[in-house]
């Protein structure tokens, strides 16, 4: 018999016969355990229809692995081994904090999240799936932020796919553009079953995560969600509970996976920090991966200081500033700071989804600059009402060909990220993470933002020779302005979005 | 004999001849009454050279008036009698505070400020005064700022066309742009008498204050200013005094006089707040027209509910945000807010002179909608070194273009001046500062700033119908868009820089 082989952080699947009788969701176990020389590590399967029960693993290791599968869902004990070997092509692991305010892969690839955010893409036709996965790739994104849920918003009022329970919704053809607001997750006409998953909803959205794994994208999942009017967003404890293993079951095996427990938490009415804090609970209990976890606020911060917490998830709190306050927030909270939501570009009629790609990328290096990490979003309005914030598609604004561009120049910092360095008031200057290799190589990134300066002076002191690069940050350029020593001056075009790039020659 | 008649509000200017043995500026004294039906003033006069004493008077009613004029400067008192008929023309008199956060003329006409920034415009060549005048006039400001002392700043090396005292200056070729920064008030060289004035200065100075009246413009004349490298910034009291005295006694009584007691008062570092305390006593006590007071930050705002404080004359405290803050420093300081630096159009390196036409207007935007009154300045590098911040000249910009427009506006809206109604949270939305108005005209002007939605939605109520228009602030158009009752909705074009006015139909 050929023995199975799989990739160090690939998934070990096993799908095996099992009962159905009374309710598979909820009266039976299946648990895992697997051993290899450096982990040994228990995981519960699940149930995924069709008389199939399924239980994954990823090893953290390579070598050689045993594993036994039991519970209640069959008679016998099934037991087997495999072998692990190493990792290859774009497999680096799934992405934990790196140090105490950037992110690497397992394997200590550094990585720089450069984000969008599509919450339902996955509900939309096969053909626009495959749409949104060539928009990803071309713009370079490497993580994107979605719901496990269906979304009712503005913008958003047909039916999903799939429902995560089985039963039937309201009837929807009484909605319209402006009552939907009346209609929430304690809407009549509701026929979910709370106990009774339905498979086929996270089969499907298990494809979409192996397919964004397949383009080096990590999947920010989005558990819980306010935007609701089907009833999952106010479930009692054991549904919560029911729904969020299943989760946990379903999806830790997936090195790509992130957790965000909530977007918009506090608009969660029903739910408490209580909850919030159970939820958590349920994580660090049945993830044994310790993918990612955050929690997306509205407008107050959820205590970004939990232990549990990886990075902050930030949406501003503010019309005005907004990336700006990376800083402040990287030494309140003492944790990466991802900028989930900066407003998007776009020209709809709220005031998050209708600023310039100009704007938005102003964001981002305000943002990238001062070592955090924003996200994009993208809401134009259009006949066919496909808005890439929620349905994915075709991305039709100007900023998203600028990211590709930030990450390079991320890459390039010595080390492995930035950190904000108070110097004058009217930069901003970002220098490398590492204050040795900051002291040691010179590297300095000015940002001039909005303004425009047709040159600026520098003086970082007598002796070290400097070569300075002059970074369009729009028009995507950087330009040798020359060695220099002492006291000395950059000509610059006098226009926005300028940043000056210094390293020791 | 003929009867003298004047204006109210014009100036009654007595010339006499007089001692002049000693020193004139601190030997003797004069003084006039001026007597009127509704008034009984004292002044003092000055010594204005070559003899000659003068003593000027502002009558603020019409009729008859009579004065004598005593002192040690001449042996004899002098006595005679004028009339005062009504003003004419744009002659309004005094700007006054009205009501709590607005102006007015003293005849009660509404005065809405415009106000743009050339710190040393007078002391230029007479043509580039006269494009100056052209210049002002052609964007219809409304207020300039500007300084009584010379100004020793980047771009700003040369010598003035004179000094206020006698003397002469230290040997300024030893300046360039990278050792200027070395040289303050205390630099050596300087041979100035601290007890003798200069009166070419002050009545070149004053020619200059006419022809800004002559044009409707208030002359907001900065006393102080810590750009120095003569010694004028750090004259021991009885300097400051003999200073201060005279400047009050020579512009007092011409009508157009707004009285900035600093610029960036917290630059001189040699002057307390009990300093301040004093000459704002000085101009409390000599000045008997009661021009407004102000008091300009660069950091840390001077206590702007000090009762000698009429308006706050606000410098922006940080990169992001400026005249977004108006409402609070309303609110904080229960007084008319005049933004006079948010950052000057141009392209120099200085982050307060680079930013676009665009943003600056925006800036006035923001700032007016919350009914507050931002300022312009513009700092463009150009081949002659003439900046509009400090020289005058020509405008290059984009932004003057577009300040009477914003005047119109203000101009239309229902009473006297707007103010901020917390409402949406993408928006900016501004009333009448009359509350009954407010409510029995239905005006609200909306704001959408750098923000670009293709459309909003309104519904003040069910029942009133509103004319709504749409206002272009950058393309300066206000395009109707129709009545309306209910929820409705206007299109807009998804550009930054909208508003949307409504009002009762």
Same mark, same amino acid.
């Given at each position: 018999m050929e023995q199975t082989v799989i990739e160090r952080w690939g998934v070990l699947e096993l799908s095996l016969p099992g009962k159905t009788e009374g309710n598979p969701f909820t009266d039976y176990t299946i648990l895992g355990r697997f051993e290899g020389r450096h982990e040994d590590v228990m995981v519960s399967g699940f149930y995924d229809g069709g008389g199939i029960w399924k239980i994954r693993f990823m090893p953290s290791w390579p070598g050689e692995y045993r594993y036994t599968v039991f519970g209640s869902f069959s008679d016998r004990e099934t037991s087997g081994a495999f072998r692990v070997r190493e990792a290859s092509g774009r497999n680096h692991g799934p992405v934990r904090t790196a140090g105490q305010f950037h992110f690497a892969y397992a394997d200590g690839t550094p990585f720089y999240p450069m984000g969008t955010t599509c919450?339902?893409?996955?509900?939309?036709?096969d053909e626009r799936i495959e749409e949104t996965l060539r928009s990803l790739k071309e713009a370079r994104f490497n993580k994107i932020r979605f719901c496990i849920l269906p979304k009712h918003y503005d913008y958003n009022l047909g039916e999903p796919?799939?429902?995560?329970?089985e039963g039937a919704p309201m009837?929807?053809?009484?909605?319209t553009k402006d009552n939907?607001?009346?209609?929430?997750?304690?809407?009549?006409?509701n026929r979910f079953d709370l106990t009774r998953l339905n498979p086929s909803h996270f089969q499907h959205l298990e494809k979409c995560i192996l397919s964004l794994q397949s383009l080096g994208i990590e999947a920010d999942l989005i558990?819980? =969600?306010?935007?609701?009017?089907?009833?999952f967003s106010c479930m009692p404890r054991e549904a919560d509970n029911l729904y969020w293993n299943y989760v946990i079951a379903r999806f830790?095996?997936?090195?790509?996976v992130w957790w965000s427990?909530?977007?918009?938490?506090?608009?969660?009415?029903?739910?408490t920090a209580e909850d919030w804090e159970h939820y958590a609970q349920l994580l660090l209990q049945n993830?044994?991966?310790?993918h990612l976890r955050s929690i997306h606020n509205c407008v107050p911060f959820y205590? =970004?200081?939990?232990?549990?917490?990886?990075h902050c998830s930030i949406q501003r709190q503010e019309l005005y500033r907004g990336a700006e306050l990376t800083n402040e927030w990287r030494e309140q909270f003492g944790k990466p700071v991802v900028?989930?939501?900066?407003?998007?570009e776009g020209d709809i009629q709220h005031g998050w989804g209708n600023i310039t790609g100009e704007e938005l990328i102003r964001r981002f290096w305000e943002g990238a600059v001062r070592g955090g990490y924003p996200g994009h979003g993208e809401t134009f309005l259009n006949k066919e009402g496909i808005l890439w914030w929620s349905h994915g598609g075709k991305l039709r604004g100007e900023s998203w060909k600028r990211i590709g561009f930030l990450l390079d120049v991320l890459r390039d910092v010595p080390g492995h990220g930035l950190k904000y360095l108070p110097?004058?008031?009217?930069s901003v200057c970002g220098i490398p993470e590492d204050t040795e290799l900051a002291r040691k190589t010179g590297y300095r990134l000015y940002y001039y933002s909005f303004m425009r300066p047709s040159f600026r002076e520098f003086h970082q002191n007598d002796d070290t020779l400097y070569r300075a690069e002059i970074i369009?940050?729009?028009?995507?350029t950087i330009t040798d302005a020359g060695v220099h020593r002492g006291r000395f001056r950059v000509e610059l075009?006098?226009?926005?979005?300028m940043a000056v790039r210094l390293i020791r020659a």
């Amino acid at each position: 018999m050929e023995q199975t082989v799989i990739e160090r952080w690939g998934v070990l699947e096993l799908s095996l016969p099992g009962k159905t009788e009374g309710n598979p969701f909820t009266d039976y176990t299946i648990l895992g355990r697997f051993e290899g020389r450096h982990e040994d590590v228990m995981v519960s399967g699940f149930y995924d229809g069709g008389g199939i029960w399924k239980i994954r693993f990823m090893p953290s290791w390579p070598g050689e692995y045993r594993y036994t599968v039991f519970g209640s869902f069959s008679d016998r004990e099934t037991s087997g081994a495999f072998r692990v070997r190493e990792a290859s092509g774009r497999n680096h692991g799934p992405v934990r904090t790196a140090g105490q305010f950037h992110f690497a892969y397992a394997d200590g690839t550094p990585f720089y999240p450069m984000g969008t955010t599509c919450y339902v893409w996955t509900q939309q036709p096969d053909e626009r799936i495959e749409e949104t996965l060539r928009s990803l790739k071309e713009a370079r994104f490497n993580k994107i932020r979605f719901c496990i849920l269906p979304k009712h918003y503005d913008y958003n009022l047909g039916e999903p796919r799939t429902y995560p329970f089985e039963g039937a919704p309201m009837d929807s053809s009484v909605l319209t553009k402006d009552n939907f607001w009346n209609y929430d997750g304690k809407s009549e006409g509701n026929r979910f079953d709370l106990t009774r998953l339905n498979p086929s909803h996270f089969q499907h959205l298990e494809k979409c995560i192996l397919s964004l794994q397949s383009l080096g994208i990590e999947a920010d999942l989005i558990v819980m =969600h306010p935007y609701d009017r089907w009833g999952f967003s106010c479930m009692p404890r054991e549904a919560d509970n029911l729904y969020w293993n299943y989760v946990i079951a379903r999806f830790s095996a997936f090195r790509n996976v992130w957790w965000s427990l909530a977007n918009e938490y506090d608009l969660l009415k029903d739910k408490t920090a209580e909850d919030w804090e159970h939820y958590a609970q349920l994580l660090l209990q049945n993830d044994p991966y310790g993918h990612l976890r955050s929690i997306h606020n509205c407008v107050p911060f959820y205590d =970004h200081t939990r232990p549990w917490i990886t990075h902050c998830s930030i949406q501003r709190q503010e019309l005005y500033r907004g990336a700006e306050l990376t800083n402040e927030w990287r030494e309140q909270f003492g944790k990466p700071v991802v900028l989930d939501e900066i407003a998007y570009e776009g020209d709809i009629q709220h005031g998050w989804g209708n600023i310039t790609g100009e704007e938005l990328i102003r964001r981002f290096w305000e943002g990238a600059v001062r070592g955090g990490y924003p996200g994009h979003g993208e809401t134009f309005l259009n006949k066919e009402g496909i808005l890439w914030w929620s349905h994915g598609g075709k991305l039709r604004g100007e900023s998203w060909k600028r990211i590709g561009f930030l990450l390079d120049v991320l890459r390039d910092v010595p080390g492995h990220g930035l950190k904000y360095l108070p110097a004058e008031w009217d930069s901003v200057c970002g220098i490398p993470e590492d204050t040795e290799l900051a002291r040691k190589t010179g590297y300095r990134l000015y940002y001039y933002s909005f303004m425009r300066p047709s040159f600026r002076e520098f003086h970082q002191n007598d002796d070290t020779l400097y070569r300075a690069e002059i970074i369009d940050t729009w028009n995507m350029t950087i330009t040798d302005a020359g060695v220099h020593r002492g006291r000395f001056r950059v000509e610059l075009p006098a226009r926005p979005y300028m940043a000056v790039r210094l390293i020791r020659a």
